[in-house]
């Protein structure tokens, strides 16, 4: 495919990825995500993520993780299923550490990895971008891009990838040969097959602390709903993550409002993720 235009994705575009259940639906058949994310030093961001998942029309997410960080998503989420089995999605690498992680921990993302299924790589996970064998989205911003490139011995700092970062995120996306969502005030998603999409944040609010986890339980929902309905023709997981990014900037816009403008964390704009993906259900 010759390289397109980049286009801003809209609300008409992120209702073609947002199926209502059906009669005949059950938690299995809307999608399960599995979510290895968290730790010791970062349990909101498990906590973070698990709640935006459950917020945005997934059936089911199962959590892996420590003990303690499962007992603060339980807390949150008491819906969510502890441990392993099916799933048609994975999100892994919110609120990680790549340089401590545990035997254990290292064993469950290579099992994620191997499954097949649509990943979405975030932050302690970007590192293990090439060894999976599923449709992948990874979520960088550009810090965490600069490092990811540099790994791979491309000469880049994050001062390039601010002064051009669309240029930068198409160029991720055929090093990597993944699809990239850039993040931003305005944020980049596009694949190496040249598919290239820009979402506009209607506030600068969204430039909180967990609101990048948000995004990922969003994507991570996203995604296993695609994948539970077969739905994997090649650009599907570009247009879920721009899907994503959309929600989460309109998430963001709603709460922000509901405050009168005020400041907003990123709890709340996970909170007003279901208003935006029921809007654009009835749209």
Request: with cysteine; net charge negative; glycine share 12%.
């Amino acid at each position: 495919m010759d390289p397109s235009p980049w286009r801003e994705w809209a609300a008409a575009d992120a209702v073609t990825r947002l199926a209502p259940p059906g009669p005949r639906d059950d938690k299995y058949s809307r999608g399960v995500l599995g979510v290895v994310t968290g730790s010791h030093d970062y349990p909101g961001a498990a906590v973070l993520g698990v709640e935006a998942a459950s917020r945005s029309g997934v059936g089911m997410v199962r959590y892996i993780g420590p003990r303690d960080v499962a007992a603060a998503v339980l807390a949150r989420r008491p819906e969510t299923v502890i441990g392993e089995g099916r799933v048609q999605a994975w999100l892994l690498g919110s609120g990680m550490n790549p340089e401590r992680r545990s035997f254990v921990l290292s064993g469950d993302l290579q099992h994620a990895l191997a499954s097949g299924v649509p990943v979405v790589l975030d932050a302690g996970a970007l590192d293990l971008v090439g060894s999976h064998r599923g449709p992948t989205v990874i979520t960088p911003h550009a810090g965490e891009l600069a490092r990811l490139l540099t790994l791979r011995e491309v000469d880049v700092d994050v001062e390039a990838i601010v002064a051009d970062r669309s240029g930068w995120a198409e160029r991720a996306a055929h090093e990597l040969g993944v699809a990239v969502l850039l993040k931003g005030a305005v944020t980049h998603v596009c694949d190496p097959e040249g598919r290239r999409y820009t979402i506009t944040a209607a506030t600068h609010r969204l430039a909180t602390a967990g609101s990048g986890d948000v995004l990922a339980g969003i994507l991570g929902a996203l995604a296993a709903v695609a994948h539970a309905d077969l739905d994997v023709e090649a650009g599907t997981l570009t247009a879920v993550a721009a899907t994503a990014a959309f929600v989460h900037a309109e998430a963001a816009r709603r709460a922000t409002e509901a405050v009168d403008g005020g400041p907003v964390t990123a709890l709340d704009i996970a909170e007003a993720v279901p208003a935006v993906v029921g809007a654009l259900g009835q749209a």
